[in-house]
């Protein structure tokens, strides 16, 4: 792993470590596997989570690193939820999130990135806080409510999205930030996908 983060190319003057590569790569992949709900979208996503780990303890962004450690334990849960969850004619059973659902992860967000944001200023465990926590939070709820099949973790990436590329290109990690803006193109497909498909149960669910 080391050495992955020692050695790396350069794009238009800017080096880019090999961990930092490959783990995007991954993560890109792991938003094309979720679109169409396979369960490699889970073991895919613990690769990129080990590999951007090493990235972001680099970059000194002690929330993004610690969010590869709380991803990993979530896709984790994720591989296990959608495999006891797999329906034979709709794959895995997804469905939208009710009114108090989302009032739950909107507080959620707004509570959380507050008192992460204060718990890494007071330890020094970030030289941008408030935007690290923020994507921290949110990746946590998007990847929890991707593994509960909630069609608005999509929503809830682009939030992430919207923080996460000023954040990158502040750290001087270009990559990221490219890779996070096709994100954001990945994750309205992924939205529309998705909603698709609830529609569908909804209309297939035995009443």
Do not use: C, K, N
Not at 62 to 90: E, K, S
Not at 130 to 147: E, K, S
Not at 152 to 178: C, K, R, T, Y
Request: charged share 10%; proline share 3%; glycine share 10%.
């Amino acid at each position: 792993m080391h050495v992955l983060q020692e050695y790396g190319i350069t794009v238009f003057g800017q080096r880019i470590a090999y961990a930092e590569l490959f783990g995007q790569v991954f993560a890109l992949a792991v938003v094309f596997l979720a679109q169409r709900r396979t369960l490699w979208t889970w073991p895919v996503q613990l690769v990129s989570v080990a590999l951007l780990f090493t990235v972001y303890v680099s970059a000194d962004l002690g929330g993004l690193a610690v969010r590869q450690v709380v991803v990993g334990l979530i896709a984790v849960y994720g591989w296990w939820a959608w495999a006891r969850r797999r329906d034979p004619v709709f794959g895995v059973a997804v469905r939208r999130a009710t009114a108090r659902e989302l009032t739950v992860v909107a507080v959620a967000f707004a509570a959380g990135t507050v008192g992460f944001a204060l718990l890494l200023e007071a330890v020094g465990g970030s030289w941008a806080p408030w935007p690290d926590a923020a994507i921290f939070i949110g990746t946590v709820l998007a990847f929890g409510l991707q593994a509960w099949g909630l069609v608005e973790f999509w929503l809830v990436w682009l939030v992430v999205d919207a923080v996460g590329v000023p954040l990158q290109l502040s750290s001087g990690l270009f990559f990221s930030a490219l890779v996070y803006i096709a994100f954001a193109a990945m994750v309205v497909y992924g939205w529309f996908s998705w909603y698709r498909s609830a529609a569908r149960q909804r209309v297939g669910a035995p009443v």
